[in-house]
């Protein structure tokens, strides 16, 4: 009791306070005095979301919008070396958190590699790049088992030595000039965290992602990726070419006399692993998780949904991307500061998900997976807040 007097006289007075921030006062006094909270008292972090937010405990919003502000830090701190390109630094910030990997394709000089720098900086992570060229084996990426003799003793001994993965962020430029086999080094990495080299297995720092850039593939000169190492990034992004008003931006702050910009450290990779952890605390709804599984069997029977592509899509989508679109959502979800998933998180990551994972026949003449993700987003019925 002496516990609920103290909350009591700490009680805000409701006409100054947000309704979130009211029930979350009520519910702490309940709890003091019951022991228990009351069915009422847990409902939504945002009466917007109707349904959608019905299992979100409004305190728990405190938390999430505390975790969004510092990746809203984190995105004005990369906007100091980065002019424009909003989708690929939330897309690299969105896998850093989810632990997932990211494809970026465009062509050469729109920011790829600078954005993933300062990245890295601004998270104060371990950094190794390696360009991809046709001459790299996998040992330039994960090591090698090397035969070395001791000066002193004359003796010889088998030294392993590690490589560029190693780290927490890799950037493997231009994945695509690599032959197969050295990009096929990497699943171990990407899937499993670990890598084996000669008869030894080692596991990588945590958090570790791949950020690998490609030129669009009707360039010369490449290897494609197979469709099972593209199933491992989480996203593949577009990234196109800046405006004419982001160019002129761009020579504006890359020819200033005291040198180009840098971003500075804004949190750490503890941190990230700790937003991690609250963006899967973010709640989804089961209408949510039925609309993400409609979505995925769309890609596989797309008549079924009404949608005139069944002789264009071959191959449709993964689980694994009914997987990345539920955590994507939970994140996307949690930047926006709110602690429920709606419908407008799934399709806001649905194209960066799928894009990579549709493959379409002959027949498609000419069609995009992006086209043909936005026809199943527009036919896939979309749930509404009970």
């Keep these: 009791m002496e516990n609920a007097a103290a909350i009591l006289a700490e009680m805000p007075v409701l006409d100054r306070v947000s ?15 019951t022991g228990e909270r009351s069915a009422a008292m847990s409902g939504p972090v945002d009466a917007s979301g109707g349904g959608f937010a019905a299992g979100a405990a409004p305190e728990f919003g405190d938390v999430v919008r505390a975790k969004a502000e510092i990746v809203k830090k984190i995105r004005a701190e990369i906007a100091k070396v980065i002019v424009g390109q909003k989708e690929m630094i ?8 989810a632990s997932e990997h990211v494809l970026l394709e465009g062509v050469p000089g729109v920011a790829k590699t600078q954005t993933v720098k300062a990245f890295s900086d601004a998270v104060e992570g371990g950094f190794q790049r390696v360009q991809g060229t046709p001459d790299k084996l996998p040992s330039d990426l994960l090591g090698a088992e090397i035969l070395q003799e001791d000066p002193a003793t004359g003796q010889k001994a088998v ?3 590690k490589g560029p993965v190693f780290t927490n962020i890799l950037l493997v430029d231009e994945i695509n000039r690599m032959m197969p086999k050295t990009q096929a080094a990497l699943l171990e990495a990407m899937a499993e965290g670990r890598v084996t080299i000669g008869r030894s297995t080692l596991d990588l720092p945590k958090p570790f992602m791949v950020l690998a850039t490609q030129n669009p593939i009707e360039q010369e000169g490449v290897y494609r990726l197979p469709e099972a190492q593209q199933d491992r990034f989480m996203y593949k992004v577009l990234v196109p070419r800046p405006a ?4 002129k931006a761009i020579m504006e702050r890359f020819s200033k006399k005291d040198g180009q910009p840098k971003a500075g450290k804004i949190t750490s990779l503890d941190e990230m692993v700790e937003i991690r952890k609250v ?3 973010v709640y989804v709804d089961d209408s949510i998780k039925d609309y993400i599984a409609d979505i995925i069997e769309a890609t596989h029977d797309p008549l079924k949904y009404g949608i005139a592509a069944q002789e264009q899509i071959e191959s449709g989508a993964s689980p694994r991307a009914a997987i990345f679109l539920l955590k994507a959502a939970r994140i996307n979800a949690l930047l926006d500061g709110r602690a429920w998933v709606g419908p407008q998180d799934v399709r806001a990551v649905a194209a960066r998900i799928l894009r990579h994972r549709l493959t379409l026949s002959y027949t498609a003449n000419g069609l995009s997976t992006d086209q ?13 807040p009970r």
């Design 244 to 247: 004419i008003d982001e160019l």
């Design 159 to 161: 030294k392993l030595e």
């Design 19 to 33: 309704s979130a921030q009211a029930r979350g006062a009520g519910a702490a006094l309940e709890s003091a005095l």
């Design 90 to 97: 939330d897309s690299i910030i969105t896998a850093m958190i």
């Design 372 to 384: 043909v993700v936005e026809s199943i987003l527009s036919k896939v019925a979309v749930p509404t």
């Design 279 to 281: 963006a899967e605390q």
